[in-house]
């Protein structure tokens, strides 16, 4: 799996977008990006995923670049609830559940 | 997606002690996953379980101290066995149930060795 670097941590507004980057300069051409969050002493949950194309569901939106060696997930309107550890993961769809978690970003949105 | 319980959520275990943990999906899946997440720190996978074969561990993680059980499809269990404080950890299952190779996690069980 490519290797990806987070920010250690970020600070969001309540209300306001919440903006995390992922580099992964190395990612393979059928390797997906996959974001999971973890809040506090519960098990990590999925977010979204993508590989090429810009991706947006009921949670986020997924911003993959045209060379594919960054991309951001954004949280529209960010809540207190949104208070977690992201994880951004590359990996090709077939081993993603081998998984390497790194140490993510912890985003903490303040009132 | 998938619906993932674990059992026991928590416990507190006495060093040389063995725990048995449990792992229920809501469906049938092909291969369950185990993870280890020490305490402040990220997840690390332990091994993978598939039905009917034995698991495949990781580097660092041996079958004795960490025997695995997947007797059907929906149903895995992980033993921490000859505890230490140092395995004071959350122990988290897993499946890649989604179509894009998307994990659900299970809840995890907070094991704490004294």
């Known amino acids: 799996d490519a290797k990806t670097t987070q920010p250690t941590s970020m600070d969001c507004a309540e209300g306001r977008a919440a903006n995390l980057p992922c580099n992964h300069s190395?990612?393979?051409?059928?390797?997906?990006v996959y974001w999971y969050r973890q809040i506090h002493s519960q098990g990590p949950q999925y977010i979204i995923h993508?590989?090429?194309n810009n991706e947006t569901n009921e949670m986020a939106s997924l911003i993959i670049t045209e060379d594919r060696k960054s991309s951001t997930l954004i949280l529209p309107h960010a809540t207190l609830r949104d208070t977690a550890v992201y994880y951004c993961?590359?990996?090709?769809?077939?081993?993603?559940?081998?998984?390497?978690f790194g140490d993510g970003t912890t985003l903490t949105v303040k009132p | 997606s998938a619906v993932i319980s674990q059992k026991p959520s928590r416990d507190i275990c006495q060093r040389g002690t063995s725990l048995t943990i449990q792992c229920q999906v809501d469906?049938?899946?092909?291969?369950m996953f185990w993870y280890r997440q020490q305490p402040g720190q990220s997840l690390t996978l332990i091994a993978t379980?598939?039905?009917?074969?034995?698991?495949?561990?990781e580097s660092g993680f041996v079958i004795d101290k960490f025997p695995i059980s997947r007797p059907n499809l929906t149903f895995s269990t992980l033993t921490v066995s000859n505890m230490s404080p140092e395995d004071s950890s959350i122990y988290l299952c897993?499946?890649?149930?989604?179509?894009?190779?998307?994990?659900?996690f299970g809840p995890g069980t907070r094991l704490t060795v004294t």
């Open positions: 897993s499946v890649d149930k989604g179509q894009g190779g998307e994990q659900y």
């Open positions: 993961i590359v990996s090709l769809a077939a081993n993603a559940g081998k998984s390497t």
């Open positions: 993508g590989l090429k």
């Open positions: 379980a598939n039905q009917g074969s034995e698991a495949t561990y």
């Open positions: 190395t990612i393979s051409g059928n390797e997906y």
């Open positions: 469906s049938q899946v092909t291969m």
